[in-house]
């Protein structure tokens, strides 16, 4: 019950441009919540244009705003932090490898399902070059396989979910699949595009009323 609701906090407190838990949160007038870095880059893009909009509903601001914090919501997800922190501490903040005072760790191996500190980071890449690694994070085991125990390193388009490569050998053999790794940057690639295409429009609409304007005067 509690994994599901930290779940559900998960999924409504998450940037829908990084995918992640908000950090330094900003709230648009249309109740929408980015991460300040995340709409920062995205509007960057569009200062030619002098139109920005919301990546989720489409709305749209002239000239653009200044963006501020939200205390409020980042103090709510400072505390979702702290205890998602706290849940998965045992297992995920702390060196797997460490014996006596453990160290904090810094990555976590896909492959070995442990996490390291600094100094057995090194260890470990001197032998394992070739294994995937990942950012500490209490979701690590949301990465591996429920069926075959493996890293879901791929995509199937077919069945729109995140497989191993048993799975791609077994119930999705003949499936189209990709990379998760190619998965991830193709939607973020959609992503921007499906706002630039956006904002072309607004455009287009805007140049195409003021010329109704103009002919009406005439």
């Known amino acids: 019950m509690a994994e599901a609701s930290m779940s559900w906090l998960e999924d409504h407190f998450s940037c829908s441009v990084c995918l992640d838990l908000l950090k330094d949160p900003v709230t648009f007038p249309c109740g929408h919540s980015y991460c300040m870095s995340c709409i920062t880059d995205c509007w960057d893009q569009d200062d030619q244009e002098g139109v920005y909009s919301c990546p ?24 979702l932090k702290k205890t998602k922190l706290q849940a998965n501490c045992p297992v995920w903040c702390e ?9 904090k760790a810094i990555k976590s191996c896909l492959v070995c399902r442990i996490s390291f500190c600094q100094n057995h980071l090194k260890e470990h890449d001197s032998f394992f070059q070739q294994h995937d690694m990942t950012d500490v994070t209490g979701r690590l085991q949301e990465m591996i396989c429920s069926q075959h125990d493996k890293p879901l390193e791929f995509f199937c388009h077919t069945d729109q979910q995140y497989i191993c490569y048993l799975c791609m050998m077994d119930e999705h053999k003949n499936h189209v ?3 998760a790794a190619a998965e991830r940057s193709k939607k973020l690639r959609q992503f921007h595009q499906d706002i630039q295409d956006e904002k072309e429009g607004v455009m287009r609409f805007k140049a195409a009323s003021a010329d109704v304007v103009s002919f009406e005067k005439i």
């Open 95 to 103: 060196c797997d490898v460490c014996t006596w005072d453990k160290n």
């Open 177 to 179: 699949a990709v990379s």
């Open 56 to 79: 989720q509903c489409r709305q749209t601001f002239t000239p653009r705003p200044v963006l501020g914090k939200n205390t409020m919501l980042a103090e709510v997800l400072e505390k």
